[in-house]
C-alpha cells in the first residue's frame, strides 16, 4: 500500500511519484465499491428497506391504536412519528456495517485483497473509499425507507431540521463503517464478521431507544442507555424529524464526531501496519 499522495509527477526517468491526493484512483475505488453493492441491490437496498418497513407495520398496528403517545423531552409524542425515524437511522447504520465488514474480509477470503493493497493510493484515500461507499449505502437504504413511509398512513415523517437529519444520520453511518472496516481487518471468516453483527450490532441497535422513549426508564436501565453510543444516534436523528429529544443535541453532535475520529485513526493505524492483511 502506498503511503505517499499522488498526481504523478516524474523525478527521475522511470521513477513517478504520487503528490497531493489521488483523485483518479480514489474515484475508481469509490465507484467500485457501490458497484459492487448496487449490482445486488435487491439484496442490499430493496430487501433492508422491506424489513424496516415491516417493523413499522407490526409495532404501529401492535401498539399504536388508539392514539397512543410516547413521551419525549416533555411533548407527547404519536408512537408511530417517534417510531418512524429510529427505524430509518437504525436500517441505516446497520447496512453501513455491512458494506464495510465486506470489502476486506472477502478480499482476504478470495485472496483478492491486494487488489486493494496495491494500487497508488494511500492509507487515507482507501479509507475514505471504502466508507464512502458505507455511507452511500445507508443513505440509499435511508431515503427507500423514508419513501415508503411517506406513503404509509399515519406516520408523518417530514424533517423539521435538516441539519439534525444530515448530520446524525452521516454520523452514526461513519461509525458503524469504520467499525465494519474494523471488523474486515480482523475477521479471518464470514462467522468473525456475522458474530460482531449478532452479539454487538444488532443488540446495541435493538436497545438503543428506537421502539421506547428513555424518559420511561428506571434510572439504572437509562443511565445504561446513555452509555450506548447508537442512543445519540436515535435520538438525534429523531430529533431531526420530530423536533424533540430525550439527550442534549449538542453533546450527541460532537460525541459522535469523536467516536468516528477515534475510530477513524484506529483505521487509519491498522492498515498502515498490514495487521491481518499482509504476510
Known amino acids: 500500500m502506498n503511503d505517499q499522495p499522488s498526481n504523478w509527477v516524474r523525478t527521475a526517468p522511470g521513477v513517478p511519484v504520487i503528490r497531493n491526493v489521488n483523485w483518479g484512483g480514489l ?3 469509490y465507484v467500485k465499491e457501490v458497484r459492487r453493492f448496487f449490482k445486488v441491490q435487491l439484496q442490499t437496498v430493496w430487501a433492508p428497506a422491506v424489513t424496516t418497513m415491516l417493523f413499522l407495520i407490526i409495532f404501529t398496528v401492535a401498539l399504536g391504536r388508539d392514539g397512543r403517545t410516547v413521551p419525549l423531552g416533555g411533548a407527547q409524542i404519536r408512537f ?3 417510531l418512524a425515524p429510529g427505524l430509518i437511522v437504525m436500517g441505516m447504520i446497520q447496512n453501513a456495517f455491512a458494506n464495510s465488514s465486506f470489502s476486506l474480509l472477502v478480499g482476504k477470503i478470495q485472496g483478492t485483497i491486494v487488489d486493494y493493497l496495491m494500487p497508488p ?5 482507501l479509507i475514505t473509499g471504502l466508507i464512502g461507499a458505507s455511507v452511500t449505502r445507508a443513505f440509499l437504504v435511508g431515503l427507500a425507507v423514508w419513501a415508503a413511509m411517506l ?11 435538516i441539519w ?3 448530520w446524525f444520520g452521516l454520523m452514526g453511518s461513519m461509525m458503524l ?10 475477521a479471518e471468516k464470514f462467522d468473525h464478521a456475522a458474530a460482531v453483527t449478532n452479539f454487538v450490532v444488532a443488540p446495541l441497535s435493538l436497545l438503543s431507544g428506537t421502539f421506547y422513549s428513555i424518559d420511561s426508564l428506571s434510572p439504572t436501565f437509562a ?3 446513555h452509555a450506548n453510543p447508537f442512543f445519540f444516534v436515535i435520538s438525534g436523528f429523531r430529533y431531526g424529524f ?14 459522535l464526531l469523536g467516536i468516528n475520529v477515534a475510530l477513524g485513526l484506529l483505521c487509519f493505524a491498522l492498515l498502515r501496519t498490514g495487521w491481518k492483511l499482509k504476510p
Do not use: C, R, Y
Open 164 to 166: 439534525a437529519v444530515f
Open 223 to 225: 443511565a445504561v442507555s
Open 121 to 125: 493510493l494511500s492509507v487515507g484515500e
Open 151 to 161: 406513503l404509509w398512513p399515519g406516520v408523518h415523517v417530514m424533517p423539521q431540521h
Open 242 to 255: 420530530v423536533g424533540e429529544a430525550d439527550s442534549p443535541i449538542l453533546f450527541g453532535a460532537l460525541l
Open 27 to 29: 474515484k475508481t475505488l
Open 177 to 186: 463503517g469504520f467499525l465494519g472496516l474494523v471488523t474486515s481487518i480482523w
Open 80 to 82: 408511530a412519528d417517534f
